[in-house]
């Protein structure tokens, strides 16, 4: 009697037959489908200990069986061609895998249980068995390593120990087989894991990407407004298409005759800039509606910044801008500045060049950062024919071919060389070509904002629409 099998009452002259305990053998079965090996293809690693079988016990026959529910499967077979399998009769390997120790029937005909086995009864004539069991660590019995000669013989302890060696060094490589396996499917799991991060991560993106897009499209007007004599046009770019930038602007009525316009840029970027931004816009255009006074309304845009609890610490620079309409055409222009980088004034010169002017108020000191902060403000002609430039730092910021900042100079100096017409489209249309000259684009977010008097040969009242890229979506650097 074993651990796993109970002896039935045998016949008269008959070998108990062990019957296996079902709970035993449902936990040996469990223990088979671990090493999953069932009708896998033939290994040279247990075909080898097939063969040594064979030579070291002089038969004609050595195999390496597993032993699953209703059949033995032989997983090496010396000198069985053809044979897969068999039905799980007793008296063989279903009977060996029930024993702690090897079985050794010397002469299956005088065995009364083997006997009716059919690789005895049957063509092969099977007429000497031994057999050990393969044994988990954990004592469950897979299969075994058997021996068998079509004449009766007889073996010696040291034989039976040598079987039991074979048995042993089977189980090594089934174990090594199953460390390999566990191998392959953790690494087919990380990688799984992996990927299901990396899908999840790229929808993350596009979903921050929608959502940032979706939010910078509240912060920017969707289209400027048709001004009667002045033509305008905007461009706006994000440095990355994940975050909110900070830049901001628009151009609006102010009264029945008068027009506002600001650009500005808020320091950071993400949900956090967003917010003064939107307070800042928003601001502004009240502001502008009380008292349109440029310096009283970054005054007053300073005081929000300051008092608001969302705006954090977070300061803004801005240009603020008044038009009022003259009779004679043209416009007067009310400009203040807070802390940002000057607006340039241009006009046609008489040598085809272009006449360029940076509208630079004395003072003018950053926006939400001291309660006492002055700001200053200039007032000159926007006359038929001429135009105004606005930016934020991203442009002047921006890296040229020589790796040098691109900075007022350099913007200067590329606005005096145009020689294409002097209107707001035209100047948008070759400051972009000139952003896209970068060899990295802009490290930064960039707003652009022109605008031009008509000629005087344009017919009086005529509103020229704006042209806008922020209509639609903000556009970006591309970069992450």
Not at 18 to 36: G, K, Q, S, T
Request: with cysteine; aromatic share 6%; hydrophobic share 45%.
């Amino acid at each position: 009697m074993t651990q796993q099998a109970s002896a039935a009452h045998p016949a008269p002259g008959r070998r108990p037959e062990l019957v296996p305990d079902p709970h035993v053998e449902a936990a040996r079965i469990e223990a088979v489908r671990r090493y999953d090996i069932l009708d896998t293809p033939p290994d040279g690693a247990f075909d080898r200990v097939a063969a040594m079988a064979a030579r070291l016990f002089d038969v004609p026959v050595a195999t390496v069986t597993i032993v699953d529910t209703d059949r033995i499967w032989f997983k090496a077979a010396h000198g069985l061609e053809g044979v897969k399998e068999i039905g799980r009769d007793p008296g063989l390997c279903g009977s060996a895998i029930l024993r702690d120790d090897a079985l050794v029937i010397p002469d299956t005909l005088r065995d009364p249980l083997a006997a009716d086995n059919p690789l005895v009864a049957g063509e092969m004539g099977v007429r000497f068995y031994a057999a050990a069991p393969i044994i988990t660590p954990d004592g469950h019995r897979l299969g075994t390593v058997n021996v068998l000669d079509t004449k009766p013989r007889s073996i010696t302890e040291d034989d039976t120990a040598t079987l039991a060696d074979l048995a042993a060094i089977v189980l090594d490589e089934m174990e090594l087989r199953l460390s390999a396996l566990r191998a392959l499917r953790n690494e087919q799991e990380r990688r799984e894991v992996e990927r299901a991060a990396r899908e999840r991560a790229e929808k993350d993106k596009s979903a921050i990407a929608a959502f940032a897009s979706t939010l910078q499209r509240t912060l920017l007007p969707p289209a400027l407004p048709v001004v009667p004599g002045l033509e305008l046009a905007c461009h706006y770019r994000t440095a990355s298409v994940h975050d909110v930038g900070g830049d901001f602007y628009d151009v609006f009525p102010v009264d029945g005759s008068r027009w506002a316009f600001f650009l500005g840029d808020v320091c950071g970027k993400g949900p956090e800039a967003a917010t003064v931004t939107a307070l800042a816009r928003h601001t502004l255009r009240v502001a502008a509606q009380i008292d349109p006074d440029p310096v009283t309304v970054l005054s007053t845009l300073n005081t929000a910044l300051l008092t608001d609890v969302t705006a954090g610490s977070r300061f803004c620079t801005a240009l603020f801008g008044l038009l009022a309409p003259r009779e004679v055409g043209g416009f007067t222009v009310t400009v203040a500045t807070g802390g940002h980088p000057p607006a340039y004034h241009l006009r046609p010169d008489d040598s085809g060049a272009v006449w360029v002017k940076a509208v630079r108020p004395k003072g003018g000191m950053l926006i939400g950062a001291f309660s006492q902060a002055h700001f200053a403000q200039t007032t000159f002609l926007l006359a038929p024919g001429e135009g105004l430039f606005l930016y934020t730092d991203g442009l002047i910021e921006a890296r040229t071919t020589q790796d040098a900042m691109l900075g007022e100079d350099g913007l200067t100096g590329f606005l005096h060389q145009r020689t294409g017409p002097l209107t707001a489209t035209a100047l948008m249309e070759d400051a972009v070509t000139l952003l896209a000259s970068m060899p990295d684009g802009a490290g930064d977010d960039v707003a652009l904002l022109a605008l031009s008097v008509s000629a005087p040969e344009t017919a009086p009242g005529t509103g020229l629409a704006a042209t806008a890229h922020t209509t639609a979506a903000p556009e970006h650097f591309g970069q992450e």
